[in-house]
């Protein structure tokens, strides 16, 4: 069995029988029945769960005539992707700030969450990057055939008639080349932040390790803002006109 965190354990003990039901009715063989949620999912339910547990808080504290410091941050937050989103998508981009910003905080948590003692961060693992990844790709290509119809394939063929089954192929590739991009970079650079400070805590656990705990605060928040505003830009040239 391998090794589980403690949430993990909890989450095998009182729903690891269901999990494993559930899966094969589904068809799925669980690698080890006893124990089918591992620590990345689980790192994923809590990121989620804590998630809804802070914007029902956020929503609960909303005040238009005394505003808190939590509406203040969240607030911030948020005017600051729309800012980005405007200049980037540029109209209809409120359409789209639902989804940005979701990510954008998932993602957050998620890189933060291997700061704290007993917990790791579910994007030190490919498999949650990937995720966001596809569906980033996913979403951006739904909306651009909402927004154009037909004429959104038809970009992908080029403008000369000849050269369409060619041009293709290049767009194709281009496309799912964003994929491996969008996941590389982050778990990369997580899987990277992680093993260092790691590495720093079993040799010197006092003083030096905390400058490492701040420079994975940083690496956690700029990969975040460069996923959400990648994402930004590929939703942006899927709906724009003149694309």
């Not at 909303?62 to 989103?85: C, D, N, W, Y």
């Amino acid at each position: 069995m391998p090794e589980q965190l403690w949430f993990t354990e909890f989450l095998n003990h009182y729903f690891g029988a269901l999990t494993t039901s559930l899966l094969r009715h589904l068809g799925i063989k669980p690698a080890h029945p006893e124990a089918p949620i591992n620590n990345v999912v689980s790192m994923e339910i809590l990121v989620v769960l804590v998630l809804i547990v802070f914007f029902v808080i956020v929503r609960a504290r909303l005040s238009v005539e005394r505003p808190g410091k939590l509406q203040h941050t969240v607030e911030m937050a948020e005017e600051f992707i729309a800012g980005q989103a405007s200049s980037i998508i540029g109209h209809d981009y409120q359409h789209h700030l639902p989804y940005i910003l979701s990510l954008g905080f998932f993602i957050l948590l998620c890189n933060l969450l291997g700061l704290i003692p007993g917990f790791e961060s579910p994007t030190a693992n490919p498999e949650v990057p990937l995720g966001c990844a596809v569906t980033t790709f996913i979403y951006y290509h739904s909306y651009g055939i909402r927004h154009h119809g037909a004429h959104y394939i038809k970009q992908f063929l080029g403008p000369v008639g000849l050269l369409a089954p060619l041009m293709l192929l290049i767009e194709i590739i281009s496309h799912l080349a964003r994929i491996l991009s969008l996941t590389v970079r982050l778990y990369a650079n997580m899987f990277a932040g992680d093993m260092v400070t790691m590495a720093f805590f079993s040799l010197v656990p006092i003083l030096v390790p905390v400058a490492f705990l701040g420079l994975h605060l940083f690496v956690a928040l700029v990969q975040t803002f460069i996923f959400v505003i990648l994402t930004t830009v590929y939703v942006g040239m899927a709906v724009s006109e003149e694309h």
